[in-house]
């Protein structure tokens, strides 16, 4: 989230992806390629420059040696001739060669001695103060000597003394006209393109120019840079002339000093060489830009839409809008990427969606259960109290009347049935909470149906008759043998007889009849009422924990509601199932068990069935409680046990030593050694290891009742016991104990 | 999301113009940064010497300050024009300079274009300073033309009396160009009124026109034949030269004296054996040993290969302090009149020079000859006045 802020968004990105990485780099090669593409364009213009530089000084250089030969022919004839008749010959290469403006001999004191053209004016001037005219004569060079280019006051145009020494002492001297330079020049600038040549003397006074009145007006370019990189030797140079930027070239004129410049302004070059390239870079530059521009679009419509969708998307999903989630299409994308990713969220948001709803009623079943928890604990307490409440009546009556009267009998039949109906509702609880937990172990063996109902009703007859209710049973003709947990079975089928019973007005009858179907090897129980029936809306939930079909406060009909939520849960252990049917309320309603049948008969399993137990067997009894050990000690004698008594774990081991019993029942909660210490101590005694274990306490959770079969317990019973499954147990001990051997011979 | 990305294109699109025209714009405000000043001159023909050493002189004084920085920050630009010795042509060349908004004009060389040239600048209140003008004619005038040489008034009575005196010619004859009247012909009056009051006697004055371009010799015979002892050529370099060969040539040793006009190199290039000997006043310390001008003369030689004559110093010197002016002003024309006219003692090439009210200076003068192809001092004048009109 905090690189939110930071992050550039996928359009900032790209254009800066494009920018940095694309446009840049291409600007640079493109600058670079034109960079290079100038700098050999201005070494082309250089050379170009200096060639025609060389050229207009190779004319330069042509029309002096032009004049010095002639002045020498001039000369020569003189030599062979005489100095007499030189005007003639002057005159005659004056008009042969028109360069020359004068050409004139002076004599040995350097004064004009003949002209041509003939100048009256001039005829016998001394020129003696001209620099180049003051040779004594020796000069024996065979060209002559060439002066400093000076404005010809006559003609106003630039030129040259030609002085030639004559051997007869005197000089002939021809004032070269330089116009043709200037002729050139103004040729190659005609031609060309940009060209701009100019001429000056070894001090940098210009003998040719493109505009002649500067050269009339003898302007000096001496500062001009390029003059000065010329007289240095160098050829090129960069300057400004008359505030623009040139280029030129310069070469010098042989034997003079001259120098000649040809420069073109850097403009001109560019209009040539960088334009093109520059106009190349412009015009990739505007592709490059709509490019761009279009690229831009592209991704804004295949990626940024689609992502900016999704995001949105995701916000519905966050705010648990799916409606808006589910009718979400994305956007076209260009790319499996992002169509992977779009399918991916919808896939994820169908399983938010499908998780979320089955959450959603998780959570309502979760009240729903928690509701009715707290409505069962409310009816515990309520039910719980109303035995609680007469056993406390009973016992004060007890204190008040004499023993042995019938008001004594029934106080304590009072109690009796209260504490049954007490343990009756522990029991339900404990084993509702064990077959939640799947703690419940079936005691299987193969049993006749018909004979465990016929057992269950005549357990439940009297209750029935007190009920006010009448019985009608209808068995299977044929035996029905079926895998099942008689205990258990019985209790089915006892807590279906006794919801029947609760649920009818006295007058009103229970049917019960049973059938097999032996194609689906089901065995049926129906037990049909004509009590007040069930509403149609309770009836799928009937056997859920803590369900009554009827919740009113009153409570007429007591109970936890937990017995047809038992029955369930036995009935589903045997692999059967139970269901329910009634016409309506007050029509009475019909429960109906169906169990799978075992056709593998095994008739000798009747014979162990367990039965009464006569005989007298040893029990010892560990319990720190001197009452319990008492009134079980009283119990257990009266029904034809022989019973000791043990305080603790090691009085409890030393005494079985010497007592040598066939049962222990053995508190858990002892001093010292606990009861599990004394289970574990017993079934590593080699004299005790055989004795049937039973606990009997208090802890009667499924993981207390775990431990202790872990400690090596046979039987665990939850304190209060009551004598009929105290009882029951002790008879499996004479089934387990001695006679399983012999059973296992058989 | 769109926003971002349109501002940034946005500003690019305003920035980068911007910055453009910007920088175009910071650009030509540097180019308009020079201080413009004219200078006209007769640049061709026989008698462009003159201007053309004073032209060499102004480029080689503004090289010398756009060198150290320029004035005012800014650098000066020199806009040169030809007024081919024609008056007419001097008006138009300064009307010329003017419209391309020039702070001053320095010239012209010789004072028939300067006078044609204060009709257009005075008008005009653009600020002329002559070089070389030393015609009485402009003395006392107050108006905006500024001058570094005194009248010859003063030069020319004195150059009188030396001939008269010292070389003892009673017998003066006189020969003009009246091409240059205001000046020639003004010498001519000045040097015959003195003569005459020293008591000498012209004998000839003669004028001619230089364009004219006129064989000498007849002028000459007829001094010849009037038997005068000195002669005095008012003229110009070239011209002067040329008279003085021809007495040679008709074997006519006269002594020759000539003004301040002709002392150039093309005098003695053209002069021969002719000019040796030939006396003349002026301004220009020729021998003077003052660091100043001989650096100034090495600087010149180096820089257009001959030595500079009395223009090219004078223009150096006119140079130099209009530009001192310039500073005053910060390189405007606006009160550059003023501060010529405040300028005192200013130091010039051959010594400090100071502005009176009228644009007049007072300057040494010497007495010159030329000898063995060299001009020398043959010695100082008395100081020379501005001159009165």
Known sequence: ?746 | MNRPDKKIYLRCFLIIPSIILLVIFLYNLTIKKTIQIGFAAQLTGTQAELGVQDRNGVQLAIEAINASGGVAGRKIELIIRDDYGIPEQAKAVDRDLIKAGVSAIIGHATSAQTFAGLEVTNPAKVVMLGPTISTPKLSGIEDYFFRVCPSFNDSAQTFTQYIYQHDKVHRLAIIYDNDNAAYAKTYSTVVTAEFRSLGGKITNEISFSSVMQPNFSQYLSQLHLDKADGLMIIASDMDTALIAQKTRLLNYQIPLYTSSWAPTQTLIINGGQAVDGMKLPQVYALASETPLLQEFQARYQNRYGHTPSFGAALAYDTTLVLAEALKKTGGRPEGLQQALRETQNFQGLMGTFSFDRFGDVERQGYLCSIHNGKFVNLEKMPLLKPGDK
Request: net charge neutral; aromatic share 8%.
């Open chain 1, 1 to 746: 989230m905090t690189n939110e802020k930071t992050a550039p968004s996928l359009r900032q990105l790209f254009l800066r992806l494009v920018f940095l990485r694309l446009l840049l780099p291409l600007l640079i090669l493109g600058l670079i390629t034109t960079s290079l593409v100038i700098y050999w364009g201005e070494r082309n213009l250089e050379n170009q420059q200096n060639e025609i530089a060389r050229s207009v000084a190779q004319i330069a250089v042509n029309h002096l040696n032009q004049g010095c030969q002639i002045l020498n022919a001039i000369a020569n004839i003189a030599g062979t001739t005489g100095t007499e008749d030189l005007s003639s010959v002057m005159s005659g290469t004056l008009k042969a060669y028109e360069y020359f403006d004068t050409l004139y001999y002076l004599d040995a004191n350097n004064k004009i001695k003949s002209l041509v053209p003939s100048l009256p004016r001039y005829l016998g001037l001394d020129m003696s103060n001209i620099s180049y005219f003051q040779g004594k004569g020796d000069n024996k060079d065979r060209n002559p000597i060439i002066s400093r280019p000076f404005i010809s006051p006559r003609t106003g145009e630039p030129t040259v003394y030609l002085i030639k020494t004559l051997t007869s002492g005197g000089k002939l001297v021809g004032e070269l006209n330089l116009g043709l330079l200037q002729t050139e020049i103004t040729n190659i600038i005609k031609s060309s393109d940009g060209d701009f040549v100019f001429i000056l003397d070894q001090y940098g006074t210009l003998i040719a120019h493109p505009f002649p009145e500067l050269v009339k007006q003898q302007t000096n370019f001496k500062n001009l840079k390029i003059v000065q990189q010329g007289f240095a030797g160098k050829p090129n140079a960069l300057y400004q002339y008359d505030k623009t930027p040139v280029l030129a070239g310069v070469t010098r004129v042989e034997n003079t000093g001259w120098l000649v410049v040809d420069q073109i302004p850097l403009s001109s070059f560019f209009v040539s060489y960088a334009c093109t390239l520059l106009l190349a870079l412009l015009g990739s530059l505007i592709i490059w830009l709509v490019l761009i521009w279009n690229l831009r679009k592209q991704l804004y419509r295949y990626v940024s839409t689609p992502l900016e969708q999704l995001s949105k998307v995701t916000n519905d999903l966050i705010e648990g809008d799916y409606n808006r989630v589910n009718s979400f299409s994305s956007a076209p994308t260009a790319f499996a990427e992002l169509n992977k990713l779009t399918s991916d969220f919808q896939l994820m948001s169908s399983i938010l969606q499908s998780r979320e709803n089955k959450l959603v009623n998780m959570a309502q079943e979760l009240r729903e259960a928690d509701n009715r928890k707290n409505e069962f604990l409310g009816v515990l307490s309520h039910e719980l109290r109303n035995p609680l409440a007469s056993i406390t009546s009973s016992l004060s009556l007890l204190e008040l009347v004499k023993q042995g009267g019938t008001q004594e009998k029934k106080a304590k039949d009072v109690i009796k049935r209260q504490i049954a109906q007490l343990s009756r509702m522990v029991d339900d609880l404990l084993d509702i909470t064990r077959i939640s937990r799947n703690k419940i172990k079936l005691q299987k063996r193969s049993l006749e149906l018909n004979e465990i109902v016929q057992r269950s009703l005549e357990d439940y007859q009297l209750f029935l008759e007190q009920s006010g209710l009448s019985l009608e049973a209808m068995y299977s003709p044929t035996p029905i043998y079926i895998d099942a947990d008689e205990t258990r079975l019985m209790q089915i089928i006892g807590n279906l007889l006794h919801n029947a019973a609760k649920f009818s007005k006295p007058g009103g009858y229970i049917k019960v009849f049973i059938e097999s179907d032996s194609l689906k090897k089901l065995a049926t129980i129906h037990i049909a009422d004509n009590g007040i029936g069930i509403a149609p809306e309770m009836l799928s939930s009937l056997f859920q924990p803590f369900m009554q079909a009827e919740s009113s406060l009153d409570r007429s009909r007591g109970g936890l509601g937990l017995g047809l939520a038992l029955v369930k849960g036995l009935v589903d252990m045997h692999g059967g199932s139970v269901s329910v049917s009634s016409a309506g309320l007050d029509k009475g309603s019909e429960f109906t068990i169906r169990i799978p049948i075992n056709d593998k008969i095994d008739k000798s399993e009747k014979e162990i069935c367990p039965n009464k137990f006569m005989g007298s067997l040893r029990v010892l009894v560990i319990d720190d409680n001197a009452d319990i050990a008492e009134i079980l000690k009283e119990l257990l004698t009266t029904i034809g046990y022989i019973v000791e008594i043990a305080k603790n774990g090691t009085d409890g081991i030393k005494k079985a030593i010497n007592f040598e019993p066939e049962i222990l029942i053995c508190d858990i909660g002892l001093p010292g050694m606990n009861g599990y210490d004394v289970a574990r101590a017993f079934r590593s005694d080699q004299r005790l290891k055989d004795i049937f274990l039973i606990a009997m306490t208090g802890y009667a959770l499924p993981e207390d009742l775990q431990k202790a079969f872990d400690a090596g317990f046979d039987r665990h019973l939850a304190k209060p016991v009551d004598l009929e499954k105290l009882e029951y147990t002790l008879s499996q001990a004479k089934v387990n104990t001695p006679s399983r051997v012999e059973i296992s011979k058989l």
